[in-house]
């Protein structure tokens, strides 16, 4: 009596690990009414029962992004015993094993999805989330309108458009008049210095910076000088888009 009941709640324990709050758990029969119904669907393909520091990674991106409209996390078990579950889907979209999780962002309208290849981190998900759907998730330190401002300044300093950089950086100091919370002021200053920079010194600039900062927060500075650095960090990561697999349509 006393192993049947440990067994049935061993049983239990693992199968309320099967599903992660804030995603819905699909199968090949229902993933493509979830895929062609909604905006945004990043689907998970991964063990039926994970567990680690990157499921735990996710799981904090899945608390984090479960409020944003139009988005729709889908958590795709595979297993490669009994019936096997899954193990189609896997094939279709080329899902390793040995690769787990996979993660791969379906548009709607696009005919394949966008691979997911950066680190399997939250910070870094979301970071893909927002460079490549219209879904901005802020990370400290940073303005909306000023990421999107930061992006198109990447693209035009990639191509040496300094008229479109000028622009911009006009556009910018026009946004950041219009804060009116002074914290965001202060970050809308940083946006600024960071455009005026590389004007000056050229795009290698976002990589000298990024080295600089990271090297300061390795040392020994006080907590309220960590944060300052650690937004700037996240103000130049606006600044570099991931570097991602995509369909030709895209």
């Not at 067994?7 to 895929?35: C, E, M, N, Q, W």
């Not at 990157?54 to 996390?73: E, G, W």
Request: net charge neutral; proline share 3%.
């Amino acid at each position: 009596m006393y192993w049947t009941f440990a067994y049935l709640f061993f049983l239990f324990i693992i199968s309320s690990k099967a599903h992660t709050p804030g995603t819905v758990t699909v199968d090949i029969l229902t993933f493509d009414k979830i895929r062609n119904n909604f905006d945004v669907v990043l689907a998970k393909f991964d063990d039926k029962y994970p567990f680690g520091e990157k499921y735990d990674q996710f799981k904090r991106f899945a608390t984090n992004v479960a409020n944003s409209k139009n988005l729709i996390l889908a958590e795709i078990p595979i297993t490669d015993y009994g019936e096997k579950e899954n193990e189609m889907l896997a094939l279709e979209y080329g899902v390793k094993k040995e690769d787990h999780p996979v993660y791969k962002l379906f548009l709607k309208g696009k005919s394949k999805p966008i691979d997911y290849t950066g680190d399997k981190t939250e910070d870094d998900l979301r970071r893909f989330l927002s460079h490549n759907t219209n879904i901005w998730f802020g990370f400290p330190g940073t303005v909306e309108e000023l990421d999107r401002l930061a992006q198109q300044f990447f693209v035009a300093s990639s191509n040496n458009d300094e008229n479109t950089q000028k622009s911009l950086l006009e556009k910018a100091h026009g946004a950041v008049k219009n804060l009116v919370d002074k914290k965001e002021q202060r970050s809308g200053e940083s946006y600024i210095k960071i455009m005026e920079s590389v004007i000056k010194q050229g795009s290698d600039f976002f990589k000298r910076e990024s080295r600089r900062v990271e090297n300061l927060l390795k040392g020994k500075i006080t907590n309220e000088k960590k944060q300052e650095l650690q937004h700037r960090a996240n103000i130049l990561l606006s600044f570099q888009p991931l570097t991602v697999t995509t369909d030709k349509e895209l």
